[in-house]
């Protein structure tokens, strides 16, 4: 039987657990100083404890920080530019738009998924296992006093970003984690 002691402190640490998951805000707006890369590290672990059916651990992570995200921007914006009109002045300026988007912070974590291959491994279990190892890093990013913000949109769906960033084709690119050190209180939970 536990002690009250035990109790006390299991007690202590579920609050703490729920205050986490309470108080984790996206934050768009981050300060333009790198966080350590040893709190990166720690989200990056931290993602690596989430449940996967199976143990395959299909997850795979991709840092970006300085020039690297000008490079993304690079390779979002011509994808952006495929297409369409460039002499329109409306168009260029999405397209530089784009281009910007990866500028926002100074880390940005490309998350996704390489299915397995395991005989019993379901693909949509893997993709979800990848949401929960990025709902860890959120929370991880949290804790450590850092600003995060999960975003999605064309580019995690293209295939020339995908293969920019090493996936294969039959990865699931989930999302990029924009992180950094929080320039103003969040506005709502996201």
């Not at 929960?132 to 020339?160: E, K, S």
Request: neutral net charge.
């Amino acid at each position: 039987m536990a002690t009250m002691t035990e109790r006390n402190g299991r007690e202590a640490a579920a609050q703490a657990v729920l205050a986490a998951i309470r108080g984790r805000r996206s934050v768009g707006k981050v300060a333009t100083e790198r966080p350590a890369r040893s709190l990166i590290e720690q989200v990056l672990e931290a993602a690596t404890w989430a449940p996967c059916h199976h143990r395959t651990d299909p997850w795979r992570f991709v840092v970006l920080a300085g020039k690297a995200r000008e490079e993304l921007g690079e390779i979002m914006a011509q994808s952006k530019a495929a297409g369409r009109d460039l002499s329109d002045e409306a168009v260029r300026a999405d397209v530089e738009r784009e281009r910007a988007k990866p500028l926002r912070a100074p880390v940005i974590i490309a998350a996704g998924i390489e299915p397995s291959g395991h005989p019993k491994a379901i693909e949509v279990e893997e993709i979800a296992a990848g949401a929960a190892a990025i709902q860890n890093m959120l929370l991880a990013a949290h804790a450590l006093g850092l600003a995060t913000m999960w975003r999605t949109g064309a580019p995690a769906y293209d295939p020339a970003v995908k293969e920019w960033l090493g996936f294969s084709p039959a990865a699931h690119l989930l999302g990029f984690i924009y992180v950094g050190y929080p320039e103003a209180a969040p506005q709502r939970a996201s």
